[in-house]
Structures are given as structure tokens and as C-alpha cells.
């Protein structure tokens, strides 16, 4: 017998406040770039995957987001991808660095970017990739 277990992150903008509420159960970490500050975080989980324990807490955080921000989600193949393509040890890393020198780009344009490198890979690809960005105008 399997256990069925999955990650999950639901969000909601409110953008008359200028804020950000997630949950995210074992989910990879969005990455918010702030403008003020031209730094990277990491928005953590806030509950185990699902699926896991019969009984689990999963908590809400809420963030401010300002004018000029990003927040890329991302499935995990999008960081074995680039360990793969980039020889890396590190995926997440590497995502990070990708995502702050691209801040001049629209979030469509980080998004075909990616789209291309991924189409125009000649190694297999071992596991399905999913990326979405949100530009806060």
C-alpha cells in the first residue's frame, strides 16, 4: 500500500493593503524579490506536506509586498533542472541568482526565459517543471 502525499501552497494578494497571505504545506519556498531592499527572501512552509499524519497544523503568513516586487513559485523539477543543466550541487542557488539578475525583466519574460532553456534542453527532463511569476505593479 502507498501513502498519496502532496505538496500545496495557496495565496492571496490584497492589494489595497499591499500584502501577501499564504499557507504552504511542504511546498518549494517562493522567493519574493523586494524592491526597497534588492534582496531575495525565501517565503518558508508553514506546515508538513499533505498526506503525511492524519492530524496537521498548517499555519498562514502574511507578507507586505510593495510596487516593483516579484514572486516566482516553482515545482521542485524547475531545481533539479538547473542541477542537471548547470552541473550544480545546488538548484535553489542557483534559481536564487537566476531570479535577482533578471529583475529588469517582466514576469513574462523571466517566465519565457525559462520556457526556452527548459524547451531547448537536450537532456531528458526527469521530472515535471512548473514556474510562475507575479510582478506586483
Given at each position: 500500500k502507498y501513502a498519496s502525499v502532496v505538496t500545496d501552497i495557496d495565496c492571496v494578494f490584497y492589494f489595497e493593503k499591499m500584502t501577501f497571505k499564504y499557507a504552504n504545506a511542504g511546498h518549494d519556498f517562493p522567493l519574493q524579490y523586494c524592491t526597497t531592499s534588492k534582496a531575495i527572501a525565501e517565503l518558508p512552509s508553514t506546515g508538513?506536506?499533505?498526506?503525511?499524519?492524519?492530524?496537521?497544523?498548517y499555519e498562514?503568513?502574511?507578507?507586505?509586498?510593495?510596487?516593483?516586487?516579484?514572486?516566482?513559485?516553482?515545482?521542485?523539477?524547475?531545481?533539479d533542472f538547473f542541477e542537471a543543466k548547470e552541473n550544480c550541487n545546488d538548484g535553489y542557488k542557483y534559481l536564487i541568482d537566476f531570479f535577482k539578475l533578471r529583475q529588469d525583466k517582466t514576469a513574462d519574460e523571466i517566465i519565457k526565459e525559462i520556457s526556452d532553456l527548459v524547451e531547448n534542453?537536450?537532456?531528458?527532463?526527469?521530472?515535471?517543471?512548473?514556474?510562475s511569476v507575479v510582478a506586483i505593479e
Open positions: 508538513t506536506l499533505l498526506g503525511i499524519f492524519a492530524e496537521s497544523d498562514s503568513k502574511t507578507i507586505n509586498i510593495e510596487h516593483g516586487d516579484k514572486i516566482i513559485f516553482y515545482s521542485d523539477g524547475l531545481i534542453n537536450p537532456t531528458a527532463i526527469k521530472d515535471d517543471i512548473t514556474a
